[in-house]
């Protein structure tokens, strides 16, 4: 499982809170769930429990009404439990336990039932990130499942890396024959692939698309229909199969691995467009000191004179001119 960031978490508690995963068997497969270590804890008691669904507010576990677990539940003043979730690591054999804390809100029979009860448990406070995680992964790949169905991924070194694709070499089953073939792009409503045939033998026909996955490791299933088939130019045996799929039956495991490469990119996508944001902010900070500093500077004004040294000068003007002083005239002997 890979690690979400706080801002992922968050996004995922506030966007998907009250919405409701029913624990299928394809929803257990995808999740990983161990339901045989799923457990609810009460009145100092621990007892194994079916847990038939979960959100981020409440679950909803069966139990028997004759086990010890009922009588604890059945408690007045609605009694607080624990329940404890167990997932497999899909990169490793590690395993994923934790507990969240709850209380019983309601308890009625399942399915009319008089050995079965299905009780709602609701959360005391924020589940632990793992959940969020995990239960938001599958929720976001449903949801871009249907708003990002049409977006194409080329299958190169790269995109396989990031989508968990074993190989692009597969097998296409059509009509009841398999046909070695090699995809060329895939999406969550189709894909492309190049394989061996006359295309107007090929074309509206069912297919069934066998790709291979790593972690975890997996052979899945696509149904769908061939909608156009086309000669590659130059070859007469060899054709370009666009593939349609039956969106109904998509595996939830298909779309998780998409989904994991579609937020990858977003994710590489928002920091390149930071970057660029970045470059232009200090590129515009820069080109404004430049020009600042090229503007002329204007000269300082004269400064004017001291108030002490103005007025000697303004009453050396206003005196008026002294005579100059007569020199005495020498005597002459005769």
């Known amino acids: 499982m890979g690690i979400a960031t706080s801002q992922q978490l968050t996004k995922y508690y506030d966007q998907y809170r009250d919405t409701e995963i029913t624990f299928t068997k394809d929803i257990i497969r995808a999740l990983g769930l161990d339901p045989r270590q799923v457990y609810v804890k009460c009145n100092g008691g621990q007892w194994p429990c079916i ?16 086990g010890g677990a009922f009588q604890a539940l059945a408690a007045k003043n609605n009694p607080t439990a624990n329940l404890r979730f167990c997932f497999n690591e899909q990169e490793d054999d590690g395993i994923i336990t934790f507990l969240v804390s709850s209380r019983v ?28 995680e995990i239960c938001g992964r599958l929720l976001e790949a449903n949801a871009n499942a249907v708003r990002r169905r049409e977006e194409r991924i080329p299958i190169n070194e790269d995109s396989k890396r990031k989508l968990n694709l074993a190989k692009e070499e597969c097998n296409v089953v059509v009509q009841s024959v398999p046909r070695h073939c090699v995809v060329r792009d895939i ?13 107007q033998f090929l074309t ?32 007469k045996d060899i054709c370009i199969a666009s593939l349609k799929f039956d969106e109904s039956s998509l595996p939830l495991s298909f779309k998780m691995h998409l989904n994991t490469y579609l937020t990858a990119v977003r994710k590489v996508q928002l920091s390149a ?26 000269e300082p004004a004269p400064a004017a004179p001291a108030p002490e040294a103005a007025a000697p000068a303004a009453e050396a003007q206003s005196a008026p001119p002294q005579p100059a002083e007569q020199q005495p005239a020498a005597s002459t002997q005769n």
Do not use: C, W
């Open 51 to 66: 847990i038939n669904s979960t959100s981020f507010q409440h679950a909803k576990i069966i139990v028997g009404t004759k």
């Open 273 to 298: 467009s930071e970057q660029i944001a970045q470059q232009k902010a200090a590129q515009e900070a820069q080109a404004a000191v430049m020009a600042q500093a090229s503007e002329p500077q204007a």
């Open 187 to 199: 999406s969550f409503s189709g894909a492309r692939v190049v394989l061996i045939g006359l295309s």
């Open 105 to 132: 809100a309601e308890m009625r029979p399942y399915m009319n039932s008089k050995d079965l009860v299905i009780v709602t448990l609701q959360f005391t406070a924020r589940p632990p990130d793992d959940l969020i």
């Open 204 to 235: 509206g026909k069912e297919a069934v698309l066998r790709l291979e996955f790593n972690e975890p490791s997996e052979i899945l299933s696509i149904r769908g229909t061939i909608v156009a088939a086309d000669l590659i130019p130059g070859r």
